[in-house]
């Protein structure tokens, strides 16, 4: 952080400190052009740098004395950046809303990170908002304190690759045509630097055949030989690694043969291989013609597929791609002709990744395709008794929103939840304390069936 100056506070030690300057300036020049060596005034220039020091000397335990408070944490919490704990340089916001210091929070995005480091969040977009409240409130703070206003820093990536790198990387790409032996050294190789260096990801949008030409072996083998295993693993997780970086997104999802050999990972391989291929179908749907392009592949059906399975470790990463890629209209309409009702609700009813599935279940509600399916499948028990369990406020809004369609469609299903309602009153009291969508909807349930049972009545 940049602090003001004892020295220019102090005007006495300013003034001493030019005073010098200026003898010692004379001094040196006359010695220069004296044809011999006065040494009285090689002692007088010694003793004038020495006092030049003293006073720098001085200046700095000043210095020191008067920051001790702001060092010892007086600082105000909500003037340091979560990730260097310093005073806010450049404050900046991301699309979570948590503020950062710009030059720490950019290290963060470069090292291909995509969430917030404070809420844990997958952020919507990188774009960076300069947070003019916040640097006002850091400048009035400083102004009161007497110090100078911090500056600002750029963010300087101590990555850039040397002219040597660059030769190393198409050495390796170059090695993807060669020996079986070769391929497999030279994609741990990029594995593991796509994995450490941002840099390394960036080259990969430099020609459009360098990606081709990672892939190549991939492209040109589907022997399903442990050999070849193990290769798709190490090149499917590179893509992987590419596919976190911004710049590459577009560039990785229109290159002809990467979708398909994702979807070719996902029906098989191992299980790190399948858990990676639907992480990197995750990421490059960040991009809504993304998206649209994925389901045009027909990618959802094998990430459906492999929701089926009995593998817990690529659950996560299978569902946030399902998600993703459902947000748009069109692959909603795919996602429920490829069987995603029935493989989400098979899992919530086994309490496998609710979150992320009810979310997933959620936006499919729209469809009145999946609420047919929701309805025989038996979705009304399963959700009621969520509602019950769940502590997560949520999880209940997401619940009662698909009750609240399953009812608009089915009036046989009203019984069921009558019948909860009875014996639980879980509508009721999550109309009471639910959020305020959850409220709205578990209002109109609740509306829906007083109806009912006065239309009876009357009858």
């Known amino acids: 952080m940049a602090k003001s100056g004892v020295f220019e506070k102090d005007p006495t030690m300013v003034e001493k400190a030019m005073e010098l300057k200026k003898e010692l300036q004379k001094l040196v020049r006359a010695m220069v ?21 003293e006073l720098k000397l001085k200046k700095s335990v000043s210095l020191k004395l008067h920051y001790q408070r702001f060092d010892n944490g007086a600082v105000p919490e909500e003037f340091k950046c979560p990730l260097s704990k310093e005073l806010v340089r450049d404050p ?32 919507s977009h990188t774009i960076l908002t300069p947070n003019h409240l916040i640097r006002d409130m850091i400048a009035q703070w400083c102004k009161d304190h007497g110090i100078k206003m911090p500056d600002s820093v750029q963010y300087t990536d101590e990555e850039v ?23 497999k050294e030279a994609a741990k190789e990029l594995r593991l630097l796509t994995k450490r260096m941002p840099s390394f990801r960036a080259l990969f949008c430099e020609s459009v055949d360098f990606i081709p030409q990672l892939l190549s072996p991939l492209s040109k083998s589907k022997s399903q030989t442990e050999f070849h295993l193990e290769l798709q693993e190490d090149l499917i997780t590179t893509l992987l690694n590419l596919s976190i970086h911004d710049n590459n997104k577009k560039l990785v999802a229109e290159t002809p043969v990467v979708i398909p050999l994702l979807m070719d990972a996902l029906r098989s391989g191992t299980i790190e291989t399948r858990s990676n291929a639907a992480a990197a179908l995750f990421t490059l749907s960040a991009l809504d ?7 045009k592949s027909g990618a959802l059906k094998p990430l459906i597929d492999l929701l089926n399975e009995e593998h817990s470790l690529t659950l996560r990463d299978t569902a946030s791609a399902i998600f993703n890629l459902c947000i748009i209209h069109e692959n909603k309409l795919r996602a429920v002709r490829d069987g995603a009702v029935r493989a989400i609700l098979k899992k919530i009813k086994s309490r496998m990744h609710v979150d992320e599935l009810l979310s997933i279940l959620a936006m499919l509600a729209t469809n009145q395709k999946a609420i047919e399916e929701m309805a025989e499948l038996g979705a009304v028990p399963c959700l009621l008794s969520i509602i019950r369990e769940t502590s997560c406020a949520r999880n209940k809004e997401n619940c009662i929103a698909i009750l ?16 909860e309602e009875n014996v639980f009153g879980t509508i009721s009291h999550l109309a009471q304390n639910g959020t305020s969508r959850a409220k709205r909807k578990a209002g109109g349930i609740l509306e829906k069936l007083n109806r009912a049972i006065n239309l009876t009545h009357t009858s």
């Not at 013609?289 to 389901?295: A, F, H």
Request: with cysteine.
């Open 33 to 53: 052009d004296e044809d011999d060596v006065n040494l009285d005034a090689i002692d007088r220039a010694q003793q004038m740098l020495c006092d030049l020091k």
């Open 289 to 295: 013609s993304n998206k649209e392009l994925i389901g």
């Open 161 to 183: 690759l040397t002219e040597a790198d660059r030769v190393h990387f198409i050495y390796l790409l170059e090695k993807m045509s060669s020996s079986a032996s070769d391929q």
């Open 404 to 419: 609240y369609t399953i009812c608009l469609s089915y009036r046989s299903k009203w019984k069921e939840i009558k019948d």
């Open 92 to 123: 900046v916001i991301v699309a979570t809303g948590q503020t950062y210091d710009r030059p720490f929070i950019q290290k963060w995005l470069k090292s291909g990170n995509r969430t917030c480091p404070i809420t844990h969040q997958v952020l």
